[in-house]
């Protein structure tokens, strides 16, 4: 229409933000499943993991396109440029911790991994929900804030296991495991810090609107 | 008053910034206490630095909130953000590298962390009077200036004092050691690198208000 | 001229940007040198690239010196901050590789770090180019964005390196080597990493003014 141009429709970020959700879900899921197969890590798990991270990068590129072709946005530039960016890390560190998984020949099995992937993904669906919440602005903010602070409380168990993790790796492991298994534990809960940083950029999206 | 709308007061950023800032200077000095107490941290000193990081986390939480509430800033509102964002930096590092001091059961005593912790506190106490001098604005430039100065003098040594520890660790310690406190001595010198990030912050806010 | 501050003219930042450029390119032709000599590093090839880490750092002050004054900018002002920011990072993770390779003894000759000096050349020259190829607005943005696409290709090639390099220093070496070289590696692969952050800001400045 010719006055397309006066009244620019706002663009719907919101569904390239539960693309790029959906992709650290699956991440997170397939992480789950090859922390719990016994054995070196399978080709196939490998290069699915690879597959999210890169799908997961074509959404985040098609968010900065779009914000720097658009007028309207439904929060600020800097918070719409933070939550992709974060959004997108998610799905990067599970891709690093697995690469290194299959790098250091890390087995599948490990009883404290699982209990990490198991938080993990609990996490991510916490993060998936806030931000499918952030389209419903009126009733929805609720919710959303509760699904913050678990997000909050699950980085602060991670916390916790990795701590008695690394005090229980240092105790039985030789130096070269130790190593290893330190850095892939280090990984899980950069995982958690990072669903964090998504639930405080989400908060002070709402505290805006508030 | 009425017209309170049309002569918005200019809310007390620096109260704020002292507030975190002496959280920060609490830090440093318990950090040097537990740095020179012989045997195993106790958990009453691992406790107070917690709270300090808290506290920590709560006046930077009150920085953000304000200054999204805020029309009127006393400088950039990036720059404000920045500030508060690396003031917050300082103990969260120290109260991570406090956290591997229990998790990796590093005694007190060891005359270089001792040092280091030494070090720290001497530029964090600067970063306490740059961030206290900015308040004045015409006459305290200077002495500022020189504060930050004294903050980038003390983190080229921190970065010596890391590269010799490093050395001698290497020549001296089995792997398992090495791995631990290579991450300690690392941990303290970032302390020095992130009170030298303040430093540039509050330059580059003098700066343009020259 | 009277009229100067009406018409004011715009600072010449492509200048500074390609001395930055220049730093790096010397400091990766440098460590070059440094990866294919054999025995420990000389002192006077540590000099050099702390002395091109001191310049770099001086013509990146000099940026934003400039940028808080300039009322007229070449494209948006965070881009520039972003741009000058990354160029000086090249030349920091160097500095920081290099340093590593002094306090951790590291001898010059080994044929996996020359393999990554050569790729980070290689990634440096394209950097250089694409730096270079901003100022023809017009008829350079082809040729940058093959720079850009260039130097994307490098960083995978760097991560490959780095994996395999990875697993076959767990398979043969002990665990205080496996500590030092794995650094050193992934140091080397950090530089290819942050040429790619400063292709993504160039392609970004470009796709904003297409």
Request: proline residues 2%.
């Amino acid at each position: 229409m010719i006055l397309d141009f006066l009244f620019p429709k706002e663009f719907d970020f919101f569904t390239l933000f539960e693309e790029q959700v959906n992709y650290a879900v699956q991440a997170a899921g397939k992480f789950k499943e090859i922390a719990s197969t016994p054995g070196l890590i399978e080709e196939s798990s490998y290069q699915a993991i690879q597959h999210f991270e890169h799908k997961g990068d074509d959404a985040t590129h098609a968010v900065i396109d779009q914000l720097n072709k658009s007028f309207i946005t439904p929060f600020d530039r800097e918070d719409i440029h933070a939550l992709t960016k974060e959004l997108d890390n998610i799905t990067d560190v599970i891709n690093t911790m697995v690469g290194r998984i299959k790098v250091y020949k890390i087995p599948g099995g490990d009883k404290h991994l699982m209990e990490f992937s198991r938080v993990i993904e609990e996490s991510v669906l916490a993060v998936a929900k806030a931000v499918k919440g952030m389209r419903v602005r009126k009733n929805g903010t609720k919710a959303v804030l509760e699904h913050c602070v678990e997000i909050n409380r699950l980085e602060n168990v991670g916390d916790a296991m990795r701590d008695a993790v690394l005090f229980e790796l240092f105790e039985s492991k030789s130096a070269i495991e130790i190593i290893k298994w330190k850095e892939i534990y280090q990984d899980a809960e950069t995982v958690l810090d990072i669903c964090e940083d998504v639930a405080n950029v989400v908060e002070s999206i709402l505290v805006k609107q508030a």
